[in-house]
């Protein structure tokens, strides 16, 4: 089944969240958020104006124990094609995307792109981001999965974030309270709304050049900016994903319309007739192909729903 981006469908039902002045739409497809464009609806789903309303959205979920999802760019997050039973909310409003230049740091929203925040700082002449600028997302996105590649990654330069906490009240974790390691932070418990991150003053004419320069390595090195493929697997300690799929002979592993991308081995490419379901059952397909074939076990980087 072909589940695109399509129509919402209007209900007239009454949520849990009537009561808080926050405008919450039911049945919102999915695909509308996700990178690959796939995915079923999500039960309830809403873009909060500001922090207040966030955290009316946050504590009501909590009290009624529905399951609450953030989605930032969904470049990461793959939803099944039965759709998800909560609320996901997506930071959108100009509150949670703002960046802010306080040399030597940047205070970034967790709704802002990546990309933008990495051209601020490089704009600014304040480096640290320039690995960051082909990695596809939102900084909220970023911080959970402590996104970067072979030139460092974002964790190591976060100096605090603002959370907010299931019962809709925000702290700052300062360093000593965060954990980054290979594509994971402790940052899987709570809400993010921004953070900063410590820079390094740089001659912005140099560090736009190497911005480009990583621009172009990045793009010729894996498909970042193809709206069809999207990661399969960590990169496990001391090799990558993309040599032991090659290696497993998984290269041809197809799924309905998922195919293993022939650019790169650790990409899946959705075809126009792909689904989630089908995407999620060549990432199962291949990971068991390397787990026969070299006694790997691969963990997925995408995160199913
Ligand atoms: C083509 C392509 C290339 C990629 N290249 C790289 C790469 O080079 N390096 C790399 O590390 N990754 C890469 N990725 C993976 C992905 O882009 C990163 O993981 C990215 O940081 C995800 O950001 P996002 O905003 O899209 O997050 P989403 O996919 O929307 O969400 C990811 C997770 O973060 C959570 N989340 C999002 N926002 C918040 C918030 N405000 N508060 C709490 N939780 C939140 C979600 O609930 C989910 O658990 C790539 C993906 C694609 C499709």
Redesign the pocket.
């Known amino acids: 089944m072909n589940q695109r981006a399509h129509s919402s469908s209007s209900s007239e039902t009454a949520t849990p969240f009537d009561d808080l002045g926050v405008a919450v739409s039911r049945h919102e497809p999915l695909a509308h958020h996700t990178?690959l464009g796939l995915g079923g609806t999500a039960a309830y789903f809403c873009e909060p104006i500001d922090s207040d309303a966030l955290g009316r959205v946050v504590k009501r979920c909590h009290e009624q124990q529905i399951p609450l999802?953030?989605?930032?760019?969904?470049?990461?997050?793959l939803v099944p094609v039965a759709g998800f039973e909560g609320m996901v909310v997506r930071?959108s409003a100009p509150g949670f995307c703002g960046i802010d230049v306080q040399r030597p740091a940047i205070i970034a929203g967790?709704g802002a792109k990546?990309v933008h925040v990495v051209s601020a700082a490089v704009q600014a002449g304040l480096s640290g981001l320039e690995t960051l600028v082909?990695?596809?997302?939102?900084v909220?996105?970023?911080l959970?999965?402590n996104?970067?590649?072979h030139g460092g990654d974002i964790g190591e330069r976060v100096a605090d974030v603002t959370v907010m906490l299931a019962d809709g009240t925000t702290e700052i974790r300062d360093r000593s309270r965060l954990a980054f390691e290979s594509?994971w932070s402790n940052?899987d418990d709570?809400?993010?709304i921004g953070c900063r991150l410590e820079l390094d003053e740089e001659d912005a004419s140099l560090l736009t050049k190497r911005m480009q320069k990583q621009w172009i390595v990045g793009r010729s090195t894996?498909?970042?900016g193809?709206r069809t493929?999207?990661?399969m697997f960590k990169d496990p300690l001391g090799t990558t994903a993309e040599s032991l799929v090659a290696q497993a002979g998984a290269r041809e592993l197809r799924a309905g319309d998922a195919a293993v991308y022939a650019a790169h081995a650790n990409?899946v490419v959705a075809g126009p007739h792909c689904s989630s379901d089908d995407v999620r059952t060549l990432v199962e397909t291949v990971r068991s192909r390397v787990r026969e074939k070299l006694g790997i076990e691969l963990t997925p980087?995408i995160?199913v729903w």
């Open positions: 990178w999802r953030m989605i930032g760019g969904g470049s990461n997050v930071l967790a990546l082909d990695v596809p997302g939102t909220g996105g970023a959970v999965g996104a970067g590649g594509r940052l709570c809400v993010i894996q498909p970042s193809t493929v999207a990661m990409y980087q995160e």
